[in-house]
């Protein structure tokens, strides 16, 4: 009788558990917490995906190019003409090795790089497409439904490159990883804008979004090397789909997005379309930084281990090594941004200005290094800007949308992510064609000069962080007929004093735009 008490216990425990997990899902707190590492790991996730195949995929096309088809010939090679075939090999074909005795290449060498270049541009020129679309879904369907939906579509991507044999899957897998990320990376930046409200709150968890980002660029190669090299090719695919399939289970779990209390979440207040954002020349203005910033490291990345094998001949370990420590200066960056902007708020253009600034000045740099650590420490200033632009404009967009639009932030990051495609779009495939034609000097000192240029444009945003609610949700709640969640009141920026001499923020520089909303948000 004895040993059937600790076999009733268990099922007891096991609801106890249950219950306490339960509750603990339940707590507003922890629940944003979990919310807030489940999009960390899909962005993580993402980003190994994009950057693992950077070790790997020259493999996969060379031995998609030399697939055995042998070269025409009347009669079976004889040891004299197969010597003639073999001429720059120093060993008589083998059974061992006769694709690489008797066969030639179908492609040379040139039309692999080109290859590679549209197979790295093919996943952001689809994201760059899918983006408004994604976008204004996003909106209407809350986050969690469609955050689920990209980190689904990134498990079916990664098993097609786990299991891909050649160049025309490589290229539908890679596409398909771009209709992924456009659904999970937006998702789950604007479910972070949404989870986390107030500042300095939003920065933090922004913030250590993109430290997530980083982090998975950067132990991706070494990552997908080491596992191709000692594991076989399918080995880092199949990891990394296994933890995309588990990041959906724990969403599922968490979130539950298709729960009654998840369709009642879907019934968001209508968010302002897409175009009437990107029309806003606040977004505008922001969007155009995002740009600038990321084009130096997206033409870079394709170009810089030629260029350093030309001018410092640097070995291939060295050309992938020299973006190792820029992680460091990128964390750093993040986190001195967060602290700033948690101190001082209001001069978040001013850290996006000079991370540009110092972007500019790296870019510039970098073609005057003749030796691998300056050119190491080139490269970690240009990800430090980064990271200051990035992590003091991606909350600006949220507070630019809370203060003069809906607050329903899809569309937005949409509009952001639209940002970065462009840049990684153009780089795989126009940077190359500028270093032949102009060299890599012209490039690198062009980028840095555009990012110098562009810091002085920030200037426009500094009275962004003045800007207030004309009234806020609550009061248009009880004092106002109901006519939806938000206040459709133009979100407008106060003269410097009202008549009882209270102190309003300062006009600022688009002020004629306003009207054009308040049209808009009247007629609606």
Request: aromatic residues 8%; charged residues 15%; hydrophobic residues 50%.
């Given at each position: 009788?004895?040993?059937?008490?600790?076999?009733?216990?268990?099922?007891?425990?096991?609801?106890?558990?249950?219950?306490?997990?339960?509750?603990?899902?339940?707590?507003?707190?922890?629940?944003?917490?979990?919310?807030?590492?489940?999009?960390?790991?899909?962005?993580?996730?993402?980003?190994?995906?994009?950057?693992?195949?950077?070790?790997?995929?020259?493999?996969?096309?060379?031995?998609?190019?030399?697939?055995?088809?042998?070269?025409?010939?009347?009669?079976?090679?004889?040891?004299?003409?197969?010597?003639?075939?073999?001429?720059?090999?120093?060993?008589?074909?083998?059974?061992?090795?006769?694709?690489?005795?008797?066969?030639?290449?179908?492609?040379?060498?040139?039309?692999?790089?080109?290859?590679?270049?549209?197979?790295?541009?093919?996943?952001?020129?689809?994201?760059?497409?899918?983006?408004?679309?994604?976008?204004?879904?996003?909106?209407?369907?809350?986050?969690?439904?469609?955050?689920?939906?990209?980190?689904?579509?990134?498990?079916?991507?990664?098993?097609?490159?786990?299991?891909?044999?050649?160049?025309?899957?490589?290229?539908?897998?890679?596409?398909?990883?771009?209709?992924?990320?456009?659904?999970?990376?937006?998702?789950?930046?604007?479910?972070?804008?949404?989870?986390?409200?107030?500042?300095?709150?939003?920065?933090?968890?922004?913030?250590?979004?993109?430290?997530?980002?980083?982090?998975?660029?950067?132990?991706?190669?070494?990552?997908?090397?080491?596992?191709?090299?000692?594991?076989?090719?399918?080995?880092?695919?199949?990891?990394?789909?296994?933890?995309?399939?588990?990041?959906?289970?724990?969403?599922?779990?968490?979130?539950?997005?298709?729960?009654?209390?998840?369709?009642?979440?879907?019934?968001?207040?209508?968010?302002?379309?897409?175009?009437?954002?990107?029309?806003?020349?606040?977004?505008?203005?922001?969007?155009?930084?995002?740009?600038?910033?990321?084009?130096?490291?997206?033409?870079?990345?394709?170009?810089?281990?030629?260029?350093?094998?030309?001018?410092?001949?640097?070995?291939?370990?060295?050309?992938?090594?020299?973006?190792?420590?820029?992680?460091?200066?990128?964390?750093?960056?993040?986190?001195?941004?967060?602290?700033?902007?948690?101190?001082?708020?209001?001069?978040?253009?001013?850290?996006?200005?000079?991370?540009?600034?110092?972007?500019?000045?790296?870019?510039?740099?970098?073609?005057?290094?003749?030796?691998?650590?300056?050119?190491?420490?080139?490269?970690?200033?240009?990800?430090?800007?980064?990271?200051?632009?990035?992590?003091?404009?991606?909350?600006?967009?949220?507070?630019?949308?809370?203060?003069?639009?809906?607050?329903?932030?899809?569309?937005?990051?949409?509009?952001?992510?639209?940002?970065?495609?462009?840049?990684?779009?153009?780089?795989?495939?126009?940077?190359?064609?500028?270093?032949?034609?102009?060299?890599?000097?012209?490039?690198?000192?062009?980028?840095?000069?555009?990012?110098?240029?562009?810091?002085?444009?920030?200037l426009l945003l500094r009275n962004v962080g003045l800007l207030k609610r004309s009234r806020s949700e609550r009061d248009v709640l009880l004092d106002e007929p109901p006519q939806g969640l938000y206040d459709a009141v133009r979100l407008r920026e106060r003269p410097m004093s009202d008549r009882d001499g209270a102190p309003r923020s300062p006009p600022g520089p688009f002020d004629a735009c306003e009207e054009d909303d308040y049209d808009y948000y009247t007629?609606?």
């Amino acid at each position: 009788m004895e040993p059937a008490a600790p076999a009733g216990q268990a099922p007891a425990a096991a609801s106890k558990l249950s219950e306490a997990v339960g509750a603990a899902l339940q707590d507003p707190r922890r629940q944003r917490r979990l919310v807030l590492v489940i999009v960390c790991v899909a962005l993580f996730l993402d980003n190994m995906l994009y950057m693992v195949i950077v070790p790997i995929v020259p493999y996969y096309v060379h031995a998609a190019s030399e697939k055995p088809t042998p070269t025409p010939s009347p009669t079976p090679p004889t040891p004299t003409n197969a010597s003639a075939v073999t001429v720059n090999t120093s060993e008589p074909p083998t059974a061992a090795m006769p694709a690489k005795s008797i066969v030639k290449p179908q492609h040379p060498r040139d039309n692999e790089d080109v290859k590679i270049g549209v197979l790295f541009a093919s996943k952001a020129i689809l994201q760059l497409l899918v983006n408004p679309l994604s976008g204004t879904f996003i909106d209407r369907m809350s986050y969690d439904l469609p955050l689920l939906l990209g980190l689904g579509v990134l498990f079916a991507s990664t098993v097609m490159f786990a299991f891909a044999e050649d160049y025309a899957t490589l290229f539908a897998a890679r596409s398909l990883q771009g209709l992924g990320s456009a659904f999970a990376d937006t998702s789950g930046i604007a479910m972070i804008a949404d989870k986390y409200p107030e500042e300095p709150e939003r920065s933090r968890a922004l913030g250590l979004a993109l430290a997530f980002i980083s982090f998975g660029s950067l132990v991706a190669p070494p990552f997908g090397g080491f596992l191709h090299e000692f594991a076989g090719k399918s080995a880092p695919f199949l990891v990394l789909a296994a933890v995309s399939l588990f990041d959906a289970l724990l969403l599922l779990v968490v979130a539950k997005p298709f729960s009654a209390a998840a369709r009642a979440r879907a019934n968001l207040p209508v968010g302002t379309p897409i175009h009437r954002l990107m029309l806003d020349p606040y977004i505008a203005v922001v969007a155009g930084a995002l740009t600038t910033c990321n084009i130096p490291l997206a033409f870079l990345e394709p170009t810089i281990a030629t260029w350093m094998e030309r001018t410092m001949a640097a070995s291939e370990w060295e050309a992938g090594i020299a973006w190792l420590p820029a992680f460091v200066p990128h964390v750093l960056g993040v986190y001195l941004t967060v602290r700033l902007a948690a101190r001082y708020p209001h001069l978040q253009w001013l850290y996006g200005a000079f991370g540009l600034a110092v972007i500019g000045a790296s870019s510039c740099l970098v073609p005057a290094c003749r030796s691998f650590a300056p050119l190491v420490i080139s490269l970690c200033g240009l990800c430090f800007g980064i990271a200051l632009v990035d992590t003091a404009l991606l909350p600006t967009l949220a507070f630019l949308v809370d203060v003069r639009h809906v607050s329903v932030y899809g569309s937005v990051y949409a509009i952001a992510d639209i940002s970065y495609c462009v840049a990684y779009a153009l780089g795989p495939i126009v940077a190359g064609h500028i270093v032949h034609s102009l060299g890599f000097a012209q490039l690198s000192l062009g980028m840095g000069l555009a990012n110098l240029l562009y810091a002085p444009v920030l200037l426009l945003l500094r009275n962004v962080g003045l800007l207030k609610r004309s009234r806020s949700e609550r009061d248009v709640l009880l004092d106002e007929p109901p006519q939806g969640l938000y206040d459709a009141v133009r979100l407008r920026e106060r003269p410097m004093s009202d008549r009882d001499g209270a102190p309003r923020s300062p006009p600022g520089p688009f002020d004629a735009c306003e009207e054009d909303d308040y049209d808009y948000y009247t007629r609606s």
